[in-house]
Every structure is written in C-alpha cells, then in structure tokens.
C-alpha cells in the first residue's frame, strides 16, 4: 500500500477528486492499517530527538486542521494526522461511519477481517507460487536477494538494460531472498510487498482519468470492474505475419488439447488490432491498455475505427461522444504486458532515426505494433494476478534463473534442448495451475511469453520446432500427441497471405505426412481431421508437397 500513500500524497485526495469512493473494494480494512503501521513507523524515526541526557523525545504532534473528507489531506507530520488520516480513507470508502468518534478502539476500527479480501489471499497464492518457481530457475543461485520488477507507471527493465539509448526507469520492484545460506534452493518474498504490487496492478487496471466524462453521463464514473470485457494479448509483433512466439503457441495449443482436463472452447478464434508505441517506451503504460468505449451493436458507428487506433484520446476529437446512449456503451481491456514487452525488446532502433529523435522529431520513432488477442472470462483481479506472474517471471529469468534448464532453446533445434524447455513450462504450469492462479491454459497463455525464447520468433524456426517435436513423439510412438501438434501448427498458418508463410505451411503438412505414414506402417490407417481439412484440403492445394497429394 505504499502506492497508495504515494497517490493520496500526490494527488492530495479532496471531495471533487475522490477516486477511492467508487472503489471501496479496493481498500480492505487490513490495507489501511498496514499503511497506518508503516508510516507511523517511518515518521516516528523523523520525529526523534535525542535530549542531552540521551534519552528519546518525541515532538509535539500537529493534527490537521480538519479530517472531514471535503479537506485536503496533506503529507503525515505526525501519528495524529496520520490517524486523520486513516478515518478518512475509511469513511470515504464507506467501511467506516463519516461522523464517528475519533476515540473508538482499535477493534470496532476493523471490523470486516483480512479474511474478507480478496486482494490479500490472491497475493498469499502468487507469492507461494513465485517461490516455487524461484526454487527450480535458481537452484545453486549464490546471490542473496534477487530482484523482480514490473511495470509501473510506465514500462521499465531492470537496471542497465537500455532501449534507444536512453536509460529506463526502474519502476516498482519485490523482492527474493534466501532463506539460508545453507541450502541456497530456498526462496521466500515478502507478503506485504506482493500485496503492494497486486494493488497497484488492480488500480491502474480498474482506474483512468481519461475514461471519466462527467460532461457525457455521470454514470459512467461509477463503472465497475465487472461491467469491463476482458481480452488477453497472446502474441505481438511489429510484423502481423511474424507474431512473437505464435506458433510455439499453437505447439503447445496442440499439447494441451490431447490431454482431457484441458479444454480450449470450440470457437476460441483470435482477433488482431494494433497499438501504436516509440523507442523511449513512454507511450506504452498500464494506463494504455484502455480500450475506447464502442457501441453493443451498429458495426458502422463512428467509433469502429478507433478500435484499430487503441487510444482513448482520439475519442474528444473524432465522435460526438454526447449523441451515444449510455445502454450502448460498454468497457473494454486489453491486457498482456510479457507479450509486447517481448516484442519491444526486440524492435531494432536505427541510428537515423534516433538522431532524427534527438534533433526534435519524436514521431521518427513511431511505429505500430501487431497484437494477437483472445477473449477472457476472467475477472480483472485474476488477470492482475496472472499478468504480474508473468512479469515477475520474465525478470526472474532475466536476473536470477541464467541456469541450463531455462536457458533459450539455440538455432540447432536440438530435441534434448526442446525437451528441457519443454519440462521447465510445464513444471512452471504445474505450479501455476496448482496455486490457484489459473486454468493450464491461462499457464501457457503467461508463461510463454515470459520465457525468452529468441529463437521461436519466425515462422521457419517456428516450424522446425514443431518439427523436431514431433520426430520426438513418433520415436517414443506417440503418433496421436504428434499429430495434434502438426495439426494446430497448420491452423495456426491457414490462409498464407505470403510466399514465406506457403512454405512454412508446405514444411507442416510434409510433417502431417510422416506422421501419417508412421500410424500407416502400424496399421492405424491415416487420419485427417476435419477442422482444417474444410480450410485446407489436401488434395488440390499449391502448398501441399507431392508425397501428399
């Protein structure tokens, strides 16, 4: 919650800038008093004084001339204040009478339980799942604290680590430490700054200032985070033919679909849309990801084109937002902070245009990203929840987990090199699932992408994989994994638009062929499916290889 003591900080919370009054979900009675403790503390050692006889003084307190929510509340000077303080968030968040006496115990201050947040359990479950992961990409790991970041106010990497030349912000960061030097596989993080982070996640996803148009309706302030459809960003990229990590995906789409707890609904098509971002990253926040309001129906509303711009901006400028109904209008959030992390990391920045940059002309450096999305179900806590565990676990890989069995798969494709990545997502799924943190396909979903793989970035490399994989299925006979795999790889390459996408197609079904060949000589008899046959039959299509034909 020190984000939290930040915010009220900054932006000195009065009546006519009450955000916490339509999100008192947001601030649970344990989240106020954990901020009580920790500024009490922090301002206490500002108020020392060490008298002659060396004994500790403290100075007088200096409450505020008024705790009524229609004040301003300024920095703590001291723990009356800060008690001002927190009876004020109280009241405004309606857990606590706005006219009651300062006076009443510490027990009738609280009485909802920690039990009641949702916020505080999630974070108890990610941080024993974070631990988890620590102990298998760390194990032999001497560094005593390893530091995870995540996004703040703006996208950030850890220090050192540059992107058009210019440093990045550091941003929010937790913490992991060792619990004994003794046995160095043993990681613990700290609750409270896990429960700190989720907050701060929550708020950027649930709260913007640009969604907030008294002049429209004032109904649309008090927008509730279950009112807001929720997509995940699966892949991204500059190019749309080249998404990151798209058809490593549709391997692992295909792994998960042979096994019968997993389910992946019958119609879970993607959609694609673009953002637009620049070297310096500052365009690119948690705040961003808003997406604009659109009608429920009307495919030819004034707002359809802004779908393609991704900015909520653009709304003032180009639609008479006042002639909408409030009925028509719904909320929509794009999420998935790894994926076009990933894909940012990987943009090449030429010289020419940062010294166009430095010359004064920011928008030499703008370009377009290509995002792959699905649709979710989830409530935003739990795709909070997932999101930060795959930041977290994208700056674990980075600072901490340099060890072989995380190590990025090389150029040579080897099948053992496959098979530990392989083993490594899914012990991490495993932990995923088992926390509580997600279905194995949310897993796969935040998992890959988090997991640096340079070399699953193109269509070709991305084929090979599906390749060797399977070569490794039907030498242990395990021809059906082996056929799904080849399967969902050419789903994922349907309707080539381009000669290098043809090939790459030509490359899978050539796959599909082994494969079936292999079940021929057991006397399985071939097996076509009929999902892609309608999309791309074989017999008669310019890809497939003669052997097919």
Known sequence: MSILRGMLRMQRVTKND???????????????????????????????????????????????????????????QSYQNLMNLRVCLTSMTDRFPPHASLTRSKHSQVPWGIESSKVHEKAAELAVALEQVANILCKGNRKRVIS??????????????????????????????????????????????????????????????????????????????????????????????????ELELACWRGML?????????????????????????DSYSLGSLWQVYQPRAASDSPLKH??????????????????????????????GWSCVLRAQQNIQWTKQSLSKKALGHPNELAKTMCV????????????????????????????????????????????????????????ISQIFSGSGLGSDADAIYCILPALE??????????????????????????????????ETAILALRDPETKEQEQSLARALSVLSKIQRFEMRNDRGPRIRTHYKSKHPLSGHPCIPATQK
């Open 306 to 335: 802004l779908r393609e711009r991704g900015w909520i901006e653009t709304m003032g400028q180009n639609v008479a937002i006042a002639e909408l109904q409030v009925s028509e209008i719904f909320l929509e959030r794009l999420c």
């Open 18 to 76: 009450n955000q916490l009054l339509s999100k008192a979900d947001l601030v649970q009675g344990h989240e106020i008093d954990w901020l009580a403790v920790e500024i009490s503390q922090r301002e206490s050692l500002d108020e020392q004084s060490t008298s002659k006889e060396g004994h500790t003084n403290f100075t007088e307190t200096r409450p505020l001339s008024s705790w009524d929510t229609e004040s301003a509340i300024s920095t703590p």
């Open 372 to 427: 792959q999305f699905r649709a979710t179900n989830s409530s935003l806590l739990e795709i909070c929840v997932q999101e930060l565990f795959g930041a977290f676990l994208a700056s674990l890989q980075m600072e901490g987990g340099h060890q072989d069995n995380c190590a990025p798969v090389q150029t040579t494709f080897d099948v053992r090199q496959l098979e530990k990545r392989a083993q490594t997502i899914n012990a």
């Open 148 to 245: 995870l970041y995540l996004p703040g106010s703006q996208l950030c990497r850890p220090p050192g680590i540059t992107n058009g030349g210019s440093q990045i912000d550091n941003g929010f960061k937790v913490n992991l430490r060792q619990q004994n030097d003794q046995y160095p596989s043993r990681w613990s993080i700290d609750r409270v700054e896990i429960e700190a982070a989720l907050g701060l996640a929550l708020w950027c996803l649930i709260f913007d200032r640009r969604l907030l148009y008294c002049e429209v309706n004032s109904r649309l302030e008090s927008t509730r985070a279950e009112d807001v459809r929720k997509n995940r960003i699966i892949s991204a990229g500059l190019d749309p033919h080249k998404m990151y990590g």
């Open 453 to 486: 793989n340079r070399q699953i970035g193109d269509l070709d490399q991305g084929i090979s994989i599906v390749s060797s994989t399977c070569d490794s299925l039907l030498k242990r006979s395990e021809s059906t994994e082996a056929l799904t795999i080849a």
């Open 257 to 281: 679909n042979i096994r019968q707890w997993v389910v992946f609904p019958e119609h879970d098509e993607s959609e694609r849309m673009t953002l637009p971002l620049d070297a310096d990253l």
